[in-house]
């Protein structure tokens, strides 16, 4: 057969083999390296939502509490305080997701989590952390304007949790990987 002996030829088609398996060896793996990131990428944005969940909770209680009308002082002074906590509380856990970023001249007086500058997203829960402690300081008087900064950082705060998670993004890929 053309010169070629068994052996030869055999080798040949071995090779032509091994390299056929390595070509979709590599197309195999290179598409799990994807689905690897797609995987932890949805799980971590899975924890932002379940934090960014717990805050809209947060925000939307402090935007009705600021809104309500004839209640006590007490009760503004008791819900201020617990919506007060609950959102210094949140603040702390979102750093673990947005940590700060950059430094400042007083970042050597500082713990590590809290050197740099905060990110846009915790400045809006932080907005609304001051607005529900001064919400304890409120008698009968207008609370309207309260109201409108809470409402305001609610709808930021919501942008910025979409920018971070990209729910379209996460809908594309769940489609594209449910063919598979």
Known sequence: ???FETSDVVGVVSAGISLVALAIN???TRRQTRI???TLKFNNDSQVMNWANRVVVAMSEALHVSGATNVSAAFLHERGLSLSTNLSALIDEGRWFFPNTGSRSTDGEK???YRGSRQAILDHVFVVYQCASELQQFGDGSREAL???IAEAKRHFVTEVQHAVDPRRRAWVMDRFRKY
Do not use: N
Request: no cysteine; proline share 7%; charged share 15%.
């Open 1 to 3: 057969m053309f010169g």
């Open 111 to 113: 713990p590590g989590a």
């Open 147 to 149: 109201a409108g900064r």
């Open 26 to 28: 590599l197309l195999i």
């Open 36 to 38: 690897s990131f797609e």
